[in-house]
């Protein structure tokens, strides 16, 4: 007999089409029905059941993630599917493993920096997984400072080998995720060193243990790093140590597509530029960036559907208690973060088209738009993980006591998405980044270089330093251009004011340093000003009914006015805003609050995620919470039998004041 669906009612609220929301979620028809075809296949699979995760032990729990990465690579071979098929099953899977790295890192290393050569030799074996591969870049004592690694690769003329050496402690490799057990192969980052002539850091193709019995080779130290914060979690990761013992490579296996070392043990430049490495940062930040939309979605998902199941307080003459959904101080922290998910996947989405753009244009040989999108991809993937892993966490306290429990699916979505605010780039150093373009764009105003792209805004800057926000009543904060100027306005201001402080400065690093708190926010703002103008841009997409339109038009209201909120001093101090129009725009957003709430189920039900992937006891479709929370409670080992192991030897005892006592 099938569960009641408790959310039925709140679905037939809803004042749009689903199922067309759902495909501009997704991207596109053909995204959205691959998607939820796989879903529903690894959904289907018992093999890739992950209620038990949380109990097993470490072991097991490494164990279980080679079975099912075996099991999903088995299941691609069968069914003969796409690379965009295969992509979405790891997806769904929803495991961190070893194969997150071969081919989100390994593949597109050796694809961005690797010669025609090296491809040809080393992607067919990578694609058939002959070899599995893993990035190590981190070291025990350098991450954000590339520049700082110690690893070394030193040039021998004699043999044509290249030496690679962890000359220290802390020049141990540390960190690499597929590193301490799975990886036959490392894209390795080391000084490159020529006769005695140190050239800085490059990649190195670096085999790893045998292809017959998976041992360490010769001069290599490999092993797991140890448990990470969470129970299942980031676990199921095997992240690496890795030290080098003056191991040999042949010189063929220095990545040569921007630099070379010839057969003479000179160091040359090749023909292609040097900034194409930079094409391939650009693509894993804009993946990190779609990831982020689905990991604050899926959270978001949890959050509401349980909210609008749990009752408390606010019954009248023995009626029912007030859904939690219907609190405005629910509402205030839980629908500003559905239109955060929302805002980040169309964001992720121009990123998409943007590394795409740039690519296209490095090819040609045209660099304009490289340093914009290299600062643009850095700062929303700090912005982006920055507030999607808060929010989990937000998530988590919104769904009270009972968001503590693992069966919730948010305690292990958190620990699973956190690592995300430090790998590839710490977000603050990230920020800084952004913070050095923003100061270089500022003192190149009035030159004739002007500013592109999300920082064409900066070549209105005499206008948006002087100009004052005409909000008179709270439904002109409706209008796009209003909020679309307020932001811009904020963002020079921002940024001006900190190029005025580092002029001071007779020594600029020493200004930046003394200043980077202030350079870090004007780098956020500039980042959530990208945000709110690339949600503006897809409403003016051809977006198919008017519901669906109606609903993102909301959405993306309450995402900017919650950003105004939140950064309200920012607004204010800078002038953009008085602080009457700073109320208003408060008032604004609690109608829009309640525009939301009728949608609010139907809003979370567009994400098109299954009960499997969401493993979530809280966020289930038909929202039959209280009978499968008394459920997963009695599958806990500790209920495996009544009176507790360990009964008769310490709480008997205790009962029976039976311990034994010593004299002090």
């Given at each position: 007999?099938?569960a009641?669906?408790?959310?039925?009612?709140?679905?037939?609220?809803?004042?749009?089409?689903?199922?067309?929301?759902?495909?501009?979620?997704?991207?596109?028809?053909?995204?959205?029905?691959?998607?939820?075809?796989?879903?529903?296949?690894?959904?289907s699979?018992p093999?890739f059941?992950?209620?038990?995760?949380?109990?097993?032990?470490?072991?097991?729990?490494?164990?279980d993630?080679?079975?099912k990465?075996?099991?999903?690579?088995?299941?691609?071979?069968?069914l003969?599917?796409?690379?965009e098929e295969?992509?979405?099953l790891?997806?769904?899977?929803?495991?961190?493993?070893?194969?997150?790295?071969?081919?989100?890192?390994?593949?597109?290393?050796?694809k961005?920096?690797?010669?025609?050569?090296?491809?040809?030799?080393?992607?067919?074996?990578?694609?058939?997984?002959?070899?599995?591969?893993?990035?190590?870049?981190?070291?025990?004592?350098?991450?954000?400072?590339?520049?700082?690694?110690?690893?070394?690769a030193?040039?021998?003329?004699?043999?044509?080998?290249?030496?690679i050496h962890?000359p220290?402690?802390?020049?141990?490799?540390?960190?690499?995720?597929?590193?301490?057990?799975?990886?036959?192969?490392?894209?390795?980052?080391?000084?490159?060193?020529?006769?005695?002539?140190?050239?800085?850091?490059?990649g190195?193709i670096?085999?790893?243990?045998?292809?017959?019995?998976h041992?360490?080779?010769p001069?290599?130290?490999?092993?797991d790093?140890?448990m990470k914060?969470g129970?299942?979690?980031?676990?199921?990761m095997?992240?690496?140590?890795?030290?080098f013992?003056?191991?040999?490579?042949?010189?063929?296996?220095?990545?040569m597509?921007?630099?070379?070392?010839?057969?003479?043990?000179?160091?040359?430049?090749?023909?292609?530029?040097?900034?194409l490495?930079?094409?391939?940062?650009v693509?894993v930040?804009?993946?990190?960036?779609?990831?982020?939309?689905?990991a604050?979605?899926?959270?978001?998902c949890?959050?509401?559907?349980?909210?609008?199941?749990?009752?408390?307080?606010?019954?009248?003459?023995?009626?029912?208690?007030?859904?939690?959904?219907?609190?405005?101080?629910?509402?205030?922290?839980?629908?500003?973060l559905?239109?955060?998910?929302?805002?980040?996947?169309?964001?992720?989405?121009?990123?998409?088209?943007?590394?795409?753009?740039v690519?296209?244009?490095?090819?040609?040989?045209?660099?304009s738009?490289?340093?914009?999108a290299?600062?643009?991809?850095a700062?929303?993937?700090?912005?982006?993980?920055?507030?999607?892993?808060?929010?989990?966490?937000?998530?988590?306290?919104?769904?009270?006591?009972?968001?503590y429990?693992?069966?919730s699916?948010?305690?292990?979505?958190?620990?699973?998405?956190?690592?995300?605010?430090?790998?590839?780039?710490?977000?603050?150093?990230l920020?800084?980044?952004?913070?050095?373009?923003?100061?270089?764009?500022v003192a190149?105003?009035?030159?004739?270089?002007?500013p592109?792209?999300?920082?064409?805004?900066?070549?209105?800057?005499?206008?948006?330093?002087?100009?004052?926000c005409?909000?008179?009543?709270a439904?002109?904060?409706?209008?796009?251009?209003?909020?679309?100027?307020?932001?811009?306005?904020?963002?020079?201001?921002?940024s001006?004011?900190c190029?005025?402080?580092?002029?001071?400065?007779?020594?600029?690093?020493?200004?930046?340093?003394?200043?980077?708190?202030?350079?870090?926010?004007?780098?956020v703002?500039?980042?959530?000003?990208?945000?709110?103008?690339?949600?503006?841009?897809?409403?003016q997409?051809?977006?198919?009914?008017?519901?669906?339109?109606?609903q993102?038009?909301?959405?993306?209201?309450?995402?900017?006015?919650?950003i105004?909120?939140?950064?309200?001093?920012?607004f204010?101090?800078t002038?953009c805003?008085?602080p009457?129009?700073?109320?208003?725009?408060?008032?604004?957003?609690?109608?829009?609050?309640?525009?939301v709430?009728p949608n609010?189920?139907?809003?979370?039900?567009?994400?098109?995620?299954?009960?499997?992937?969401?493993?979530s006891?809280?966020?289930?479709y038909?929202?039959?919470?209280?009978?499968?929370?008394?459920?997963?409670?009695?599958?806990?080992?500790?209920?495996?039998?009544?009176?507790?192991?360990?009964?008769?030897?310490y709480?008997?005892?205790i009962?029976?004041?039976?311990?034994r006592?010593?004299?002090?």
């Open positions: 007999m099938e009641l669906d408790y959310h039925a009612e709140e679905r037939s609220k809803a004042e749009f089409d689903v199922e067309e929301l759902k495909i501009v979620w997704a991207g596109s028809r053909h995204a959205y029905e691959v998607s939820d075809r796989i879903a529903r296949l690894v959904a699979d093999v059941r992950k209620d038990n995760r949380t109990m097993l032990s470490r072991k097991d729990l490494f164990k993630t080679l079975k990465a075996a099991y999903a690579w088995k299941r691609i071979i069968e003969r599917l796409s690379e295969a992509s979405r790891r997806f769904f899977v929803d495991q961190p493993a070893f194969t997150d790295l071969h081919w989100g890192m390994f593949v597109p290393a050796i961005g920096q690797g010669t025609e050569e090296q491809q040809q030799r080393w992607l067919p074996m990578a694609y058939k997984m002959q070899i599995i591969g893993c990035y190590a870049q981190t070291e025990l004592g350098h991450g954000s400072n590339v520049q700082g690694l110690e690893t070394t030193t040039f021998d003329p004699q043999t044509d080998e290249f030496v962890s220290t402690l802390t020049s141990s490799k540390w960190w690499p995720g597929g590193l301490g057990k799975a990886s036959t192969h490392a894209v390795v980052y080391a000084r490159l060193i020529t006769d005695g002539q140190d050239h800085g850091v490059h190195f670096v085999q790893l243990r045998s292809l017959d019995d041992l360490p080779l001069g290599i130290t490999v092993g790093i140890g914060f129970s299942g979690a980031y676990n199921s095997d992240n690496g140590v890795l030290r013992d003056h191991v040999r490579i042949p010189r063929d296996q220095m990545l597509r921007v630099s070379q070392v010839t057969r003479e043990g000179k160091y040359m430049h090749s023909d292609v530029p040097r900034q490495v930079y094409g391939t940062m693509y930040r804009q993946q990190i960036v779609l990831d982020a939309s689905c604050l979605s899926r959270a978001v949890i959050a509401t559907r349980y909210s609008a199941v749990r009752r408390q307080f606010g019954s009248q003459n023995g009626g029912p208690e007030t859904q939690v959904i219907n609190y405005k101080t629910q509402q205030s922290r839980l629908f500003p559905l239109a955060s998910a929302y805002a980040f996947r169309f964001v992720g989405e121009w990123l998409k088209w943007l590394y795409t753009d690519t296209q244009r490095l090819q040609a040989n045209d660099f738009t490289l340093s914009e290299h600062a643009c991809t700062g929303l993937k700090s912005l982006t993980t920055t507030a999607t892993a808060d929010a989990i966490e937000e998530c988590r306290k919104l769904c009270g006591g009972h968001g429990l693992s069966s699916g948010l305690p292990e979505l958190f620990a699973v998405y956190v690592p995300a605010c430090t790998y590839e780039g710490d977000n603050i150093v920020l800084l980044q952004v913070a050095r373009f923003l100061m270089k764009t190149q105003l009035g030159s004739e270089k002007k592109v792209g999300t920082t064409a805004y900066m070549g209105r800057a005499e206008y948006l330093m002087q100009c004052h005409g909000v008179q009543r439904e002109d904060w409706l209008k796009p251009s209003v909020i679309v100027e307020a932001f811009e306005a904020r963002a020079a201001r921002m001006v004011a190029a005025k402080s580092l002029s001071k400065f007779s020594n600029p690093e020493e200004g930046f340093a003394e200043l980077s708190a202030d350079l870090v926010e004007a780098a703002a500039h980042c959530q000003l990208i945000v709110v103008s690339k949600f503006i841009e897809k409403l997409q051809d977006i198919s009914g008017k519901g669906v339109k109606r993102l038009e909301i959405l993306c209201n309450v995402y900017g006015l919650s105004l909120h939140k950064h309200l001093g920012d204010i101090s002038g805003i008085t009457k129009q700073g109320a208003l725009a408060n008032e604004q957003l609690r109608l829009l609050y309640s525009q709430r609010a189920i139907a809003l979370v039900d567009a994400f098109n995620y299954t009960d499997h992937y969401l493993s006891v809280l966020g289930r038909d929202g039959n919470v209280y009978a499968k929370l008394y459920e997963e409670a009695w599958k806990d080992p500790l209920n495996d039998t009544v009176v507790p192991d360990g009964y008769h030897e709480i008997r005892p009962l029976k004041q039976q311990l006592t010593a004299r002090l």
